[in-house]
């Protein structure tokens, strides 16, 4: 049973920065990509970042270059998405996922989701 449990959502001022968290169990995390995606209500859920399964590899959403990093720690089970510079138009919930079968960046592609933690910027 694959498990993806985020953290590290919250409420920050415009201009601040979060760094979200995921743990990832029931497989082998360093065979698997694995990629961010966020959601506000009414709205479709967007790509935000994705890294590939040995990190070599690592896009992001136009929307967030150069104010978003991703990464991640085989060995803990873990990929991080480091925001900075947020704005208002930042919040949603967040969500990672893995994909089993190729590196992507469509929601469709992706296996296993977590449940979510939400981001809130306030201007």
């Known amino acids: 049973q694959v498990q993806l449990v985020e953290s590290g959502g919250g409420l920050v001022q415009a201009g601040g920065s979060l760094r979200l968290s995921c743990v990832a169990s029931?497989?082998?995390?360093?065979?698997?990509?694995m990629g961010w995606f966020r959601q506000v209500p009414g709205k479709e859920r967007e790509f935000v970042a994705s890294i590939s399964r040995t990190g070599g590899y690592k896009n992001f959403a136009d929307s967030v270059k150069g104010r978003f990093t991703i990464s991640r720690d085989n060995a803990k089970n873990t990929v991080y998405l480091q925001m900075n510079s947020l704005q208002p138009e930042d919040t949603a919930v967040y969500y990672c996922?893995?994909?089993?079968?190729?590196?992507?960046?469509?929601?469709?592609?992706?296996?296993?989701w977590g449940q979510g933690t939400q981001v809130t910027v306030s201007s």
């Open positions: 996922a893995v994909s089993l079968d190729r590196y992507s960046q469509r929601a469709d592609d992706y296996d296993y």
């Open positions: 029931g497989r082998t995390f360093s065979s698997d990509d």
